[in-house]
């Protein structure tokens, strides 16, 4: 009996104690003790837990009436019900007031229908919050809205349409960083010319979007990962970090954004597919000094020529650091017989490039040619790194409490291989300035 009644005492005692803190996070990890969240975790359709986690918020909140909430994440764990959202209304009722900065709203449940109340967003209550991160939810905004302080917009699995977003977007005049994650309502993005502040944006698999518009004139960060869309960066002066994740991404890269973005200085590619090699670029990316390429794969039973990225060099003229992260092919073009016979490029200068780092390096022909050339054409080259193997096998053996995995043994030989097209086709031709390292598989663990 007195350690029941204790226990009570040191709950109501923990309750209370949420009282004079101004900033609140509920989640699973801040509630539950170790215990309950165990066992929360091993059955997660037992609602018992998630009422008692709903019930600590309500005694929590209940206690903040009135006194004010300047910080709020909270994850809601369900149930998605009717009755459930309007507990969860009335909590955003007491913490979204005229001190509010910060509302982190996650609904686990991808199901969710749950509409967010932007009528709590008006008058005065929306003024001060500067981020705003909803998650599993449906926006629907007006006019009304009042967002003059926000800096922040964090989307994710949120049902908003375009002119929905649109409406929010022109009341955040403030607004610096926009992102937006599966948010698959949206046909058309525009930003519109209102954001003079706006430096961030990144648009991430929102899968029946059709085209960007962007008006903001001082974007220094676009991403964009999904289908291929009709992208209009605007006049993109200010653009000076580009990420790009889309079927083909190399080759319209070379076609658009030397001339749409000219002062760009870090590129980073990401291609699910590249169907046809490098073309010459027609403009040059005069600023660029990073530039990291990813091709996951190529396509019409072909493989792609590496070496056709030269022209890529050679239209980036600052370049200074150049990163290459191909994929694993079960059959390429293997390079064989006299280095005489590899493809050369006519004679040009890579200036400034210091740093080159392939990753998946092989012995496919291109590949080889495309390092020989930059191994020539590179006079301030300082460092170059060949990785053939996942870097999780590469030092295993030398810690003896630790093993590596198995892997596959043709795909070992085949790397075994790799490394000695690099002994005979690389090696030779870097220069003595130069670090140069190559790394291969665990020679402890898989010898040949």
């Not at 359709?45 to 998630?50: M, T």
């Not at 929010?168 to 949206?186: G, R, T, V």
């Not at 706006?198 to 008006?215: P, Q």
């Not at 580009?242 to 030397?258: E, G, N, P, Q």
């Amino acid at each position: 009996m007195r350690d029941a009644a204790r226990a009570a005492c040191v709950c109501h005692v923990f309750l209370n104690s949420w009282g004079c803190h101004p900033n609140l996070t509920f989640t699973k990890e801040t509630i539950c003790s170790k215990e309950k969240l165990r066992k929360w975790t091993e059955d997660l359709n037992d609602e018992r837990y998630s009422r008692e986690y709903n019930n600590i918020i309500d005694h929590i909140l209940a206690n903040h009436s009135g006194t004010g909430v300047k910080t709020l994440m909270l994850h809601f764990h369900g149930p998605s019900n009717t009755q459930s959202y309007n507990r969860l209304n009335s909590w955003l009722q007491i913490a979204i007031t005229p001190v509010l900065e910060e509302l982190t709203l996650y609904l686990l449940s991808e199901k969710s229908k749950y509409n967010f109340p932007c009528s709590l967003l008006s008058d005065r209550s929306g003024n001060t919050i500067r981020h705003l991160r909803l998650c599993n939810c449906v926006l629907r905004p007006t006019g009304n809205l009042s967002l003059r302080c926000l800096t922040e917009l964090n989307l994710r699995h949120v049902r908003v349409a375009g002119n929905e977003l649109g409406c929010l977007l022109s009341n955040s005049s403030a607004l610096e960083k926009l992102i937006l994650k599966h948010c698959d309502d949206i046909i058309c993005l525009e930003i519109p010319c209102q954001l003079q502040r706006l430096i961030s944006l990144e648009v991430f698999e929102c899968f029946r979007l059709k085209a960007i518009e962007n008006k903001a004139p001082n974007i220094s960060f676009f991403g964009f990962t999904g289908d291929e869309i009709e992208l209009s960066l605007g006049e993109s002066l200010q653009a000076k970090n580009l990420s790009l994740h889309h079927r083909c991404v190399i080759s319209y890269a070379i076609d658009k954004l030397a001339s749409s973005v000219p002062n760009l200085e870090t590129l980073t590619l990401r291609s699910a597919c590249e169907i046809v090699d490098a073309p010459t670029v027609p403009s040059k990316f005069l600023h660029l000094k990073f530039l990291s390429v990813h091709i996951h794969n190529w396509s019409n039973g072909r493989e792609y020529d590496f070496l056709s990225l030269v022209s890529f060099l050679d239209a980036s003229p600052s370049l200074e650091t150049f990163g290459l992260f191909v994929p694993v092919q079960s059959k390429y073009d293997w390079v064989v017989g006299d280095p005489s016979t590899l493809r050369q490029m006519p004679e040009r200068h890579h200036d400034k490039l210091k740093t080159v780092t392939i990753t998946g390096f092989c012995r496919q022909k291109s590949l080889v040619e495309m390092t020989r050339h930059i191994l020539e054409s590179a006079t301030s080259l300082k460092s170059l790194i060949l990785t053939t193997i996942d870097a999780k096998h590469r030092f295993y053996g030398h810690i003896s409490v630790r093993k590596c995995p198995t892997l596959d043994k043709e795909y070992i030989r085949d790397v075994w291989e790799s490394i000695r097209a690099v002994k005979t086709y690389i090696e030779g031709k870097v220069p003595p300035t130069v670090e140069f390292k190559a790394y291969g598989p665990c020679s402890q663990c898989h010898a040949l």
